[in-house]
């Protein structure tokens, strides 16, 4: 999707450039910009690349259909809802643990695989009786592929833990 960059660029006290680029990326305006001016770099030169917002767009877009002098305003009706705004509470060591206000609804992390025990507390990661397990697989199949499958972990895991525990010693 093209976007709409606004570019200004300056040599000390004189403009070089200020104008529009419809692009779909930052790096085809510089450029665009750097073909403008005729120059590979622009070491030396004061220049801004900024994204024309969309709703400013929608201001200009809607002076325009109501005449263009500013007088009246057009009845523009917006695409998006505005998000509501949370209410500004205290995060400090003063604030009051016991009347905390309500939060929005938050997001439940999602559930562990079945195949995953609990993780133990002195233990990060899924715990020893967890990679006990993982060891005897591997030493079954010797795949380290199909043991992760089995297990739900990524290969790099695996191999990782192999390496530090020397699993290949004791087969």
């Known amino acids: 999707m093209n976007k709409l960059y606004w570019i200004v660029c300056d040599d000390k006290d004189t403009n070089v450039f200020e104008g529009r680029y419809q692009g779909r990326t930052r790096g085809e305006a510089l450029k665009f910009l750097k073909q403008t001016i005729g ?3 622009l070491n030396g030169l004061v220049f801004t690349i900024t994204e024309i917002p ?3 767009i929608r201001e200009i877009v ?3 259909l109501a005449g263009g002098d500013g007088s009246q305003t057009a009845s523009v009706v917006p695409l998006a809802r505005p998000e509501p705004v949370a209410s500004p509470g205290r995060y400090d060591a ?3 643990a016991a009347q905390a206000e309500p939060r929005p609804a938050e997001a439940t992390p ?3 695989k079945a195949s995953k ?3 133990k507390v002195g233990n990060p990661g899924h715990g020893d009786d967890h990679w006990n397990n993982v060891k ?3 030493l079954e199949c010797r795949s380290v592929k199909q043991t992760a499958e089995h297990f739900g972990l990524s290969p790099n895991s695996i ?3 192999a390496r530090r525990e020397n699993w290949k010693e004791e087969a």
């Open 159 to 161: 191999k990782t833990r």
């Open 62 to 64: 809607a002076e325009i």
């Open 136 to 138: 005897a697989y591997w």
């Open 94 to 96: 003063f604030a009051d």
């Open 117 to 119: 025990p609990a993780k």
């Open 54 to 56: 969309v709703p400013l």
């Open 39 to 41: 120059r590979k770099t």
């Open 110 to 112: 999602p559930k562990a």
